[in-house]
């Protein structure tokens, strides 16, 4: 196994390379002085400043040089400061955010993990028993309906559900408030005595011992928790009953029976564990989805998070900002699909053991 | 069974192959594709969604006779009713610059009068309209999509098979690598870039699905490329000594393509998906083009009195769900006939 994982962590810088020369290619197609966002804040109007952020940024070198710079970028010799350099965690500078890129998504980033934990763990503690469920009770009325909902659910387009969901919880019920809390919990967040442990909004409720406020917060994220996770509760669902179907069939259960175990322990010991390799590969795959699902899902609740800000700076045609998030969502990708590739070497024992 | 029947007299091979009636199609297709055929043509969900699928494809044929656009040279502009903001109900009368009269109209409605069937949008443009012409924007993004990721990925796929090596390692983690960016994101991007330098259109975002869309069918192909490279018939073309491209566009690539041209036609559903999440963002296509994302896009400011305008949402949002369930229908049934677990059965 150890050396199946040293093999995968070496592909992590082939893969970061891969990425960065894929945005890199993408900036490409901006002029030299819409690049120039990177390095300075305001593009000068007049032709010759705009000349001179050119030659000194290099924007007007050689590709290589070009990739290299924006990489590290570049120390200005008078102040030593460094400006730009992805690589010291300078994305550049946001036109609609009226931020650098970097600070955009640190203020932005808790709120979408915040909402992802709650969209993530309901479905991977509840779906996946009740795939099991609904694979030991095969044909039984889970076993269709969640059929018929993963068909349905998929077809659904995030935003036509979201929006159906605003309509009825919101406009109709007025259950579930759009946006992140209200302005109540806004003052007592901003109050001296809550203390900010996490970053994240509802943990920090808790570990303050705010309950009002953690309540508030769940209810401006019920619908967008729905949103993001119904396709996963769908998918989830499926590959843990069908998963679990396949094993159940497998002759070592048969054994496992003929010696007399509880069927309890036949489908919580011998085969939930190897019905779960699937799954591991499935969750790997939700991240991904997730991280495109926000975009949508924040845009339609007005929900402040990562998501929302690139949908507005696309919408405004701001590249510089986009493509600070893709790179900060590879990043995230890459460490998430190492993560899943590791977890699934020590659930699967062919791969634990070769 | 060749080696178990003596050369000469192969009546047991006869006999064993024509113990079943072999038809036309199956003979056409190979035993193998006309199983999947036939598994799509006998399970209940994929006739709904062959049936939904046909519906669809009827409309968009039929739009210039169902809701006959007022510029024939421009029809996939939304024609609107003036242009105040506030979305008007359904089945109200068209006011100025009625578009003409479809035939079918005086005869179900008993009015020589337009009116506004589902209402109008934000801006009155009249929504169905928008999601009648709207279908021909479905089917052009989606087959244009799809043929286009499709060939890219079979050239790719195949490249990287029958190469192998080096060459398919490269090109497998350039796949990877296009695979690190979330979809929807990485399309967003690059229409945000494509989009001031080509001009409002249905192409930004159709170029941006296409760049980052191709990836699956690179590696579905690969993987049935390298499972039929390694057959008899193939080995036996080689020691007779066929050259290699003719080994592989005669021999290699017609055996494996039909399970990656069946899922890429059932992709077509898919594309429509992310195309409209694309417009709903405001990506691609000019204000009041026939696309059901954007219509249903105008929604977005009317949210806080939904309830008195749901037909904003609830109609262009029936025609995608129903489009795209159509697609998802047949690839569901698929998935259970391409399951290696059923081969052999029908």
Sequence with gaps: MLTYIIRRLLMVPLLLFGVTVLIFAMLQFLSPIERSALYVRDIPRNDKAVEGIIKRYKLDRPMHEQYWFWLVGTVDASTGKRAGGILFGDFGYSRTGAEPVATLIRNRFPNTLDLTIWAVAPVILVGIWLGVQAAVHQNSIIDQAARIFSIVGTSFPTFVFGLLMLMFFYVKLGWFPPGRMSDASSIIVRSEEFHTYTTLLTFDALLNGRFDVFLDALRHMAMPILTLSYISWATFLRVTRSSMLETLRMEYITTARAKGLSEHDVIFKHAQPNAMIPVVTLAGFSVILLLGGVVITETVFNYPGIGQAAAIAAAQLDVITVLGFALFNGLILIVSNLVVDVLYAVVDPRVRLS | MAETTPSGDNTLLRETVSAREIGRMERFLGPENYRIVMGLLKTPASIAGFILIGFFILIALAAPVIAPPVNAKDPYKIPRDGFKSEPQPMGSLWKTKQPPLPFWWESIMGTDQWTHILGTSQGQYDVFYGIIWGTRTAFRTGLMVTIATFLIGIIVGSISAYYGGWVDNVIMRVVDVFMTLPFILAALILATILTPRIGKSLYPAIIALITFGWMTYARIIRGDILSIKE?????????????????????????????????????????????????????????????WGQVLSFARNWITSLDTYWYIIVWPGLALVMYVMGFNLVGDALRDVLDPRMRGKT
């Design chain 2, 231 to 291: 057959r008899d018939y193939i080995m036996a073309a080689r020691v007779i000594g066929v050259k290699d491209s003719r080994i592989l566009f005669r021999h290699i690539i017609p055996n494996a393509i039909f399970p990656t041209l069946v899922l890429a036609s059932l992709a077509v559903g898919d594309v429509v998906l992310s195309f409209a999440a694309l417009s709903f963002l405001g990506i691609g296509t000019e204000v009041g083009y026939a696309d």
